[in-house]
């Protein structure tokens, strides 16, 4: 017989440490598994509706970060010319400046849910058309310069419901960190998908990687049909696109904040594009990188951009929302000062992570604030007006740093970027953005109805409101201060002009005139009416002379033919 091992005892000390470790293992997970509850019972993805849509969002941004490093790449591969390379991010871009503003008048207009299902189906079918076009070998710099324009206009018209759509999904305090994370889904997208872009291209070919990249589209049209529809905004007579489109532009025109956002985002994006647009040339000239190499690159900045979107939260519970904007531009011209002057591909990937964590600290914020300062009735045109900015600066950047790069180099074109970014930046000093109150933009007191004898039809119009007051002598200074106060209130809400007139004949008698294009436009702008424009409203209604009504008019305008 084979005499069997007898296994020594093991010391009372040893199963004393394994039965701590066991503990102190289990006190982690215990740990860990309570907070992760704890983000979760305050995070908007406890909301299945938003949660199906945040994984539909990030799919399709892993597809379209992939499709765009492809083109970029591919691009960079097949023409020597740092312009034609640059005119990719352009002919990315460029589709949101011409139909951006087309995207949010459609979507305050329609059913968001379905807009969105229908672009991800576009998206889908161009990018796999383009791969196979590339299998065949049958793609020069003009046929993907135009097939990317055509996936940038379903893009562009993919963006603004898309941002929109998550005001109702969630609670309006949970807006900012709704926010934050489709930042993050976006740049999680960002850093993954050009990563697995560059390995995929290397294994499998770019047509492959193309059709790969199609299927992200595609899972987020099946996310949003289990989506219910969307509410309108107003009840009554909608919108139709064109008027809509100009009540964009006007309400833009007249609101200080919105002003205020655009102006920071113009200056910053122009200046930002140098990054997307010369990357390329950066990893190509300057660090002899290949496509992983570049894929890399993007996905760095992709990580630093996770990085700055997870830190929004505390931050604006920390520092102002302009602090917040300041401090991101301030480190994206750090960023792209490291990248114009290294040959280093870890100072490179530095960079790169800096750029990305200021680009997102800097749009995402200006994002937040923008959906903050819009009341629902033109929320998506807001987020339209926004990204049309962000897209026209990339567009016209990324043609104006590549020719730069063109005639003078690529580290000169950065570093001229960086020296417009500082200019910019100390000019807009005075320039200020902040969130806004919920209840400034929230509805304001449900008007009476119209009692009137004879309904306008919704197109007839011009419409003429003439408002009587009678005004103290004592308090007529405090009360032209207060009516001009109105004016861009009447004017964002639907006036196309508007004046105060003080009578020679009445003394005291002063008249608030304005005017519409249409009965139906008049009628939404009395349902656009919210409670920040109602405070002011009665601040002027405050100055009347006590017992005496305020006395309101309307009028409207007749054709030549009703005269005959």
């Not at 990580?303 to 929004?312: E, H, N, P």
Request: proline residues 5%.
């Amino acid at each position: 017989m084979i005499a069997q091992r007898q296994r020594s005892p093991r010391p009372a000390a040893a199963f004393r440490v394994d039965r701590r470790d066991r503990l102190y293992t289990r006190a982690v997970r215990t740990r860990l598994a309570s907070q992760f509850d704890e983000w979760m019972a305050g995070s908007p993805l406890r909301h299945g509706p938003y949660r199906r849509y945040y994984l539909g969002s990030v799919a399709a941004a892993l597809g379209y970060t992939m499709q765009a490093t492809v083109a970029a790449w591919l691009m960079a591969t097949i023409t020597p010319s740092a312009l034609t390379v640059a005119l990719v991010q352009t002919a990315s871009t460029l589709p949101s400046v011409v139909f951006g503003l087309v995207a949010g008048s459609l979507a305050d207009i329609v059913d968001r849910r379905r807009v969105i299902v229908f672009t991800q189906y576009a998206l889908a079918a161009a990018t796999a058309a383009l791969g196979v076009a590339v299998m065949l070998d049958v793609v020069g710099p003009a046929v993907l310069l135009a097939v990317t324009f055509l996936i940038g206009a379903a893009f562009a018209f993919y963006l603004p419901p898309a941002s929109a759509i998550v005001n109702d999904l969630v609670t309006r305090a949970e807006l900012a960190r709704a926010v934050t994370l489709g930042a993050v889904a976006f740049n999680l997208a960002r850093a993954i998908g050009p990563a697995f872009a560059g390995a995929l291209v290397a294994y499998a070919g770019s047509g492959s990687t193309l059709l790969v990249a199609a299927l992200g589209f595609c899972a987020m049209a099946l996310a949003m049909h289990r989506q219910p529809p969307t509410p309108r905004p107003i009840p009554g007579v909608p919108e139709k696109l064109l008027s809509g489109i100009l009540s964009g532009l006007r309400y833009a025109r007249h609101s200080a904040p919105l002003r205020a956002y655009i102006i920071r985002n113009l200056s910053f994006s122009i200046c930002a594009s140098s990054i997307w647009a010369l990357l390329p040339l950066v990893a190509r000239d300057q660090l002899a990188l290949g496509a992983g190499g570049y894929g890399t690159l993007v996905a760095s900045f992709g990580v630093g951009a996770i990085v700055g979107a997870l830190s929004i939260p505390r931050q604006l519970r920390q520092v102002s929302l302009n602090r917040l904007v300041d401090s991101g531009v301030m480190l994206c011209a750090a960023a792209t000062l490291l990248l114009a002057l290294t040959d280093a591909q870890p100072l490179a990937l530095i960079g790169t992570f800096g750029a990305g964590a200021a680009w997102v600290s800097v749009l995402a914020s200006l994002s937040t604030g923008t959906q903050s300062a819009a009341p629902a009735w033109v929320r998506a045109r807001a987020v339209a007006t926004n990204l049309v900015t962000n897209q026209a600066s990339l567009a016209f950047g990324s043609i104006l740093w590549g020719a730069v790069a063109s005639a003078t180099g690529t580290r000169t074109a950065l570093l001229a970027s960086v020296a417009a970014m500082v200019v910019l930046q100390v000019l807009n000093r005075r320039v200020r953005v902040a969130m806004v109150d919920e209840a400034d933009v929230v509805p304001g007191d449900r008007l009476p109805d119209l009692e009137l004898h004879d309904e306008p039809l919704p197109d007839d119009g011009p419409v003429l409101i003439q408002i009587d007051y009678r005004i103290d002598a004592p308090l007529r200074g405090d009360f032209l201060r207060a009516v001009h106060a109105v004016e861009p209130v009447r004017r964002r809400n639907g006036a196309v002009s508007w004046r105060v007139f003080r009578d020679l004949e009445q003394d005291g008698r002063y008249v608030e005139r304005f005017i519409i294009a249409s009965w139906a436009e008049y009628v939404r702008l009395r349902s656009r009416m919210t409670a920040a424009d109602r405070r002011l409203l009665d601040k002027v209604d405050r100055h009347q002379r006590a017992g005496t009504p305020i006395g309101v008019s309307r009028f409207i305008g007749l054709d030549e033919d009703e005269v005959r």
